[in-house]
């Protein structure tokens, strides 16, 4: 077991079981597009013409057999499709207090995915690195999503590539995402590239992106002038901590960084969802979906 999960599994376990039954009405019930609307209309039965019905529904194949008006009749496919992006680049290593952005970010995909899963809809995925080193198309089933999460607890970081191949992992969802679905992109997005393929990928499904960020990218203890190293590129610099400039900068960076980030989601329709490494992730996404239960 990769050490970037919580070590108290059993008791993780039957916590997000728990949660997962909750998440899952407010998953279904939330006021996202698809979910409001449907996956689509299907063809259900006929019945006879009645008085008001509106006529560009008339079954002509049945009323020239019947000799009288038949009506088409439809139903809502409710089916709820769940996609996750995941990503397991080495920047995802980071994190403070023990508890890294990977660790979060495989929490909260497992708990996303077992409440997808009470809802007997289809579930995928993309995980990626410097690469994109697993997919799975939407399909339906408890199988598939144990085995989706069976992938999530055996990432091996060792075998991971540098760099981030977030956009390759959006275009591969993309491409194949065939019905209208919800979509969890679950990433620090220390990424360049990916903005415009994410736009599109909002354009036709409902796309949430859970941004996995650490106290530490806004704020550094102050004990001194420390030497940090790069996951990515393993460079090693000198960061003067007790500098007041140097702390006012390092914040306003990330500041930035957030800022820019929720003003694209805001623009292109993408649902942002930050959460940090050192909040309770079930109480978040708890009162995120109720919230937008609420407001469905």
């Known amino acids: 077991m990769p050490d970037f999960f919580d070590k108290n599994l059993a008791g993780l376990s039957s916590r997000l079981k728990i949660a997962s039954a909750v998440l899952a009405e407010n998953m279904r019930s939330g006021n996202f597009r698809s ?3 449907g996956q689509g209309i299907e063809f259900s039965d006929v019945r006879e013409y009645l008085p008001g019905d509106n006529v560009r529904s008339i079954d002509w194949n049945v009323t020239a057999k019947m000799g009288r008006p038949y009506m088409k009749l439809y139903e809502e496919d409710r089916e709820l499709n769940v996609f996750f992006i995941l990503d ?14 990977m660790r979060t970010a495989c929490n909260v995909a ?9 809802n007997s809809g289809a579930n995928g995925a993309v995980f990626f690195d410097g690469e994109v080193f697993f997919s799975c198309k939407p ?26 191949a977030l956009p390759n992992a959006i275009k591969a969802a993309a491409a194949m995402l065939k019905k209208r679905s919800l979509v969890f992109v679950i990433s620090d997005f220390r ?5 415009t393929d ?24 102050r004990i001194g002038t420390l030497p940090f190293s790069d996951y990515e590129t393993r460079k090693t610099v000198l960061l003067p901590t007790n500098s007041s400039s140097f702390a006012k900068s390092w914040f306003d960076a990330n500041r930035r960084r957030l ?15 930050p959460i940090l490494t050192d909040e309770d992730f079930v109480l978040v996404l708890t009162k995120f979906f109720s919230a937008r239960k609420r407001h469905s």
């Not at 497992?110 to 009470?118: F, I, M, R, T, V």
């Open 35 to 37: 979910m409001t609307r």
């Open 88 to 101: 397991c680049s080495l920047s995802m290593l980071s994190g403070s207090n023990n508890k890294s952005k």
């Open 110 to 118: 497992s708990l996303l995915l077992l409440a997808s899963s009470n």
């Open 139 to 164: 399909k339906s089933g408890k199988e598939n999503a144990m085995m989706i999460l069976s992938k999530i607890d055996g990432i091996d970081f060792s075998m991971a590539k540098r760099g981030s």
């Open 191 to 195: 990424a360049d590239g990916y903005r």
């Open 198 to 221: 994410l736009a599109f990928l909002a354009q036709k499904h409902d796309v949430v992106a859970v941004r996995i960020s650490d106290s530490s990218d806004s704020e550094l203890p």
């Open 259 to 273: 800022e820019s980030w929720n003003d694209f989601c805001v623009k292109h329709n993408v649902v942002p969802l």
